[in-house]
């Protein structure tokens, strides 16, 4: 009966739900415990002058890669710790630095940590030598003070009188540009409306830059065929160039080589030409002859057709167009 009892009870709901919220909380702090334990992380801490607007939960970068995140900012005597984590897998040698860098113009940060040298970081602090910020209002005050005291007083107050008494012998020039700065001062007040449209029309130019993007590198890319083409083009001509140098060479040689017979052969070539010249003037003289002849005997053979009815063949209808001087149809 105690048995039966006792499992009665632990089918009470009320003893369900307790184990079941005691259940849910270890489990909760079993999360919370393994989350903050960082398993495969390194807690580093780096020495910085100042923050510099750097806050927890910012990430740390190393060669644009985020690998970490700040933990922890305290104070120290002299300077700020940021104590971060960082994949195990990082090697983190002796020399290793650190700077704090701006992500966005929304004022967000993070670590860049820029690891360097052998061994190991020497109780796992990047010490303040080795650490930046990106700004130290008291380095630009120092710098400008070093800046001034290297000025020469007495040459400036002396440059500042000379230049008193210049403007003071040229108060009609002095006049004259002050009144010309007022007057371009003036004429860009009123050209306002026309430098705010030159502003507009520029930022849609640039928005229509921004959205053809895509069309502009495709164009560059068939530019860069078309480059690629004239190039390959180029080297085509090139070597034609080349082969026909060649070639001329070549031919030049066989030219020279072949001189001592080829002279004779023009000589005795022209000397033939000219003797076929001669010989074709006097054929034509004969053949014109022989055509003066037929015209004789056609009339002296009176009128009619019997000469060409009964000796068909002895005078050729031809026989008249031979003669260069006469036209035949």
Request: hydrophobic share 45%; proline share 3%; net charge negative.
């Amino acid at each position: 009966m105690t048995r039966r009892g006792s499992d009665a009870r632990l089918r009470e709901p009320r003893t369900v739900g307790l184990i079941g919220v005691v259940g849910v909380v270890v489990l909760g702090l079993l999360v919370v415990g393994l989350s903050s334990a960082s398993i495969g992380k390194r807690h580093l801490t780096a020495i910085i002058e100042h923050t510099a607007g750097l806050r927890v939960g910012e990430e740390v970068q190393v060669a644009g890669v985020g690998v970490g995140e700040v933990i922890e900012i305290r104070l120290t005597e002299e300077a700020v710790a940021v104590e971060f984590t960082i994949d195990a897998d990082v090697e983190i040698g002796s020399s290793t630095s650190a700077a704090v860098k701006v992500a966005t113009l929304l004022g967000t940060h993070y670590l860049e940590v820029t690891p360097s040298g052998t061994g190991t970081l020497a109780d796992d602090t990047i010490p303040l030598e080795r650490t930046r910020v990106p700004y130290n209002l008291q380095d630009v005050i120092e710098g400008a003070q070093t800046q001034l005291d290297a000025l020469d007083e007495d040459v400036i107050a002396e440059s500042m009188t000379v230049l008193a008494d210049v403007l003071g012998r040229t108060p009609e020039e002095t006049k004259a540009a002050v009144e010309g700065v007022a007057a371009l001062s003036s004429a860009a007040v009123e050209r306002t409306a026309e430098l705010q449209a030159l502003l507009d029309a520029t930022g849609s130019f640039t928005g229509m830059l921004v959205d053809q993007q895509d069309e502009i590198l495709v164009l560059l890319d068939q530019s860069a065929l078309v480059l690629d083409a004239l190039t390959s083009r180029q080297a085509a001509i090139d070597a034609l160039l080349v082969d026909a140098e060649a070639l001329a060479t070549q031919v030049s040689g066989i030219l020279s080589d072949t001189a001592d017979d080829l002279d004779p052969l023009m000589v005795n070539l022209t000397e033939s030409l000219n003797h076929l010249y001669e010989v074709r003037d006097t054929v034509l003289a004969t053949v014109t002859s022989l055509s003066n002849m037929t015209v004789y005997l056609a009339n002296a053979s009176g009128n009619g057709p019997w000469i060409d009815l009964h000796v068909p063949s002895a005078i050729p209808d031809n026989l008249f167009c031979l003669s260069p001087s006469r036209e035949c149809s």
